[in-house]
């Protein structure tokens, strides 16, 4: 194997705050043969500063790199892989972090062949108070109903916790920069429907750190992008039809019924795009109807 056998490429926007913890988390790898990527996307803090000091303590080789504008999160990761130079990719974000052993498992499993993207358990904690609020790991069931449970959503995998193949990413196009919400779970869909084989280690061995923070405000764009991600694969006849037009029509509900109030005009359209696969839900029409009427006396501006 190639060395590097591993590149790091951590995003970066307003990173300073957790990023040294996160780097050094990297550092202390059991498993040393990589190299680093630093994408800051746009802002301008301490980010640099941290990079090229922590370059300075580890014998590898880190990289430092920067948008301006701020261009997204999916570009962003595009953009450090893209200048990768290992045949596997170890997403981190700039504020999780691995416990010492992490890049060690993915590799191992990566090395038993026959995998494109290899994940390990995720241990969500307060940004806060660093108590864990949640384990996310596949059961049994969703291992044996992938892909199945990949797109019902049971089936959870952290951005922070994927070791990916480079001829994977490749192939599937990158992250789409059109998502700035939901952007992993469109990624890993469509790596499955590209057939690429997945495999999890069966060790958390990643901290996601969750912040607080006003989810109402990210509650609209979040549920359009899940509806436009459901949509994405309703012809997608590796999963059961029934399953693809009910969550498809559910996602398109959940959006419009977030966005009725504010913007009634964007709900109509979301309604309707959901009685497309169910004609005869009355709940759906009432739904759409109300919409409407509302949409005639206030004006929308969302697409």
């Known amino acids: 194997m190639p060395s590097p056998a591993v ?10 705050r957790y990023l ?5 988390s990297a550092k202390a790898q059991t498993f040393t043969d990589w190299e680093m990527i630093v994408t800051e996307d746009g802002s301008r803090d301490g ?7 922590f370059a300075k303590g580890v014998s590898q080789r880190v990289v430092y790199h920067r948008h301006d504008p701020n261009r997204g999160l999916p570009a962003t990761r595009n953009h450090g892989i893209s200048t990768a130079t290992a045949p ?26 026959g995998v494109d993207l290899v994940h390990a358990g995720s241990r969500l904690f ?9 384990l996310r790991v596949p059961s049994a069931e969703d291992i044996a109903t992938f892909p199945t449970s990949l797109y019902d959503g049971s089936y959870i995998i952290q951005p922070s916790s994927v070791l990916l193949s480079r001829d994977l990413w490749k192939k599937v196009g990158g992250f789409n920069p059109e998502f700035r919400y ?8 469509r790596c499955a429907r590209a057939l690429g084989r997945f495999a999890y280690t069966g060790n958390v061995t990643m901290r996601y750190r969750k912040h607080a923070s006003a989810l109402s405000k990210h509650a609209a764009p979040m549920a359009l992008a899940l509806a436009q991600v459901c949509e994405q694969h ?36 979301y309604f309707a795009k959901a009685l497309r696969y169910s ?21 929308s501006s969302t697409k």
Not at 47 to 53: A, M, R
């Open 20 to 24: 040294r913890e996160t780097l050094d």
């Open 126 to 134: 307060d940004s806060d108070t660093g108590k864990d609020l949640e």
């Open 47 to 53: 980010t640099e500063q941290i990079v090229n000091d």
């Open 234 to 269: 309703v012809d997608w006849t590796g999963l059961p039809k029934t399953l693809r037009h009910q969550k498809t029509v559910g996602a398109w509900t959940a959006a419009g019924r977030i966005s009725l109030r504010e913007q009634p005009k964007a709900a109509a359209r």
């Open 88 to 113: 596997w990719i170890a997403l981190l974000d700039s504020d999780d972090l691995w416990l010492p052993t992490h890049l060690e498992d993915l590799m191992s499993r990566a090395a038993q062949g």
């Open 7 to 16: 590149s790091i490429c951590i995003p970066a926007y307003k990173a300073e």
């Open 182 to 189: 939901v952007e992993d779970r469109e990624m890993w869909l």
């Open 279 to 299: 004609r005869l839900n009355p709940r759906l029409w009432a739904y759409w109807a109300t919409a409407t009427v509302l949409g005639w006396s206030k004006p």
